[in-house]
């Protein structure tokens, strides 16, 4: 069945640094990809999304590339900063409109 | 503006009783979710509904009823079967239907259960 595997966490990183979380997929036909960021506390937020093959999801300095042949959509940014500090998920929607999460990775940003 | 309300955001069950979580929405979505979140895990999938009056049960079901007799409200009862119900309960809802695998999950901010 489809699913999607995240690096695990917790990552600490210091301000400024350069992030990646990795995130792979299986899924059959041809998903649309997603990360949600939760802070502490809180629900779960769309941070970006990609819907079909190179495309490139970008919002808040974040960005990730939904890249077929590797089955991946790893997330980066090129600048940490303490405000990120947050737990960050890769979600899979499949053409059944099923949503497939990965377990979540921890993210801790230190001045 | 539009979204998800889950209430209360702190809840407090003693054992042997049961515990209702509420989640309403104004996104005029036709789909509802909730999860259960355990420290440090992912999401478990409890039950879902794509219409009014019709559900499905999750990966963890058991101990859990739902009911969804109103478009915007999709409640959640934890019952006394349900051993370990401390946890973090978060509803979520999306558009429904072929062709728009594009639309993600919008979130409430969330439920603790606490059994004390």
């Known amino acids: 069945g489809d699913s999607v595997t995240q690096m695990e966490g917790p990552v600490t990183l210091s301000e400024e640094a350069f992030l990646t979380i990795n995130c792979t997929y299986t899924a059959t036909g041809y998903p649309s990809l997603f990360w949600y960021v939760q802070y502490p506390g809180e629900g779960l937020q769309l941070l970006l999304k990609a819907t079909k093959a190179d495309d490139k999801g970008s919002n808040k300095g974040f960005e990730a590339t939904y890249r077929k042949e590797t089955t991946s959509f790893h997330l980066e940014k090129g600048s940490v900063q303490v405000s990120d500090s947050a737990v960050y998920f890769c979600a899979l929607k499949d053409t059944g409109n099923q949503f497939y999460f990965g377990t979540g990775t921890s993210l801790t940003v230190i001045p | 503006d539009g979204g998800i309300t889950q209430s209360p955001k702190y809840l407090f069950r003693k054992e042997g009783q049961n515990v209702t979580l509420s989640c309403e929405q104004n996104l005029n979505h036709d789909a509802m979710y909730w999860y259960r979140q355990d420290p440090g895990q992912g999401l478990r999938l409890i039950y879902y509904?794509?219409?009014?009056?019709?559900?499905q049960k999750g990966d963890i079901a058991e101990g859990y009823s739902v009911s969804r007799e109103k478009k915007e409200s999709f409640p959640l009862t934890v019952t006394s079967a349900q051993k370990n119900p401390t946890a973090f309960y978060l509803c979520?809802?999306?558009?429904?239907?072929?062709?728009?695998?594009?639309?993600?999950?919008?979130f409430g901010s969330g439920t603790r259960l606490t059994v004390v």
């Open positions: 509904s794509q219409i009014v009056n019709d559900f």
């Open positions: 979520a809802s999306s558009i429904s239907g072929t062709g728009i695998s594009s639309y993600g999950y919008t």
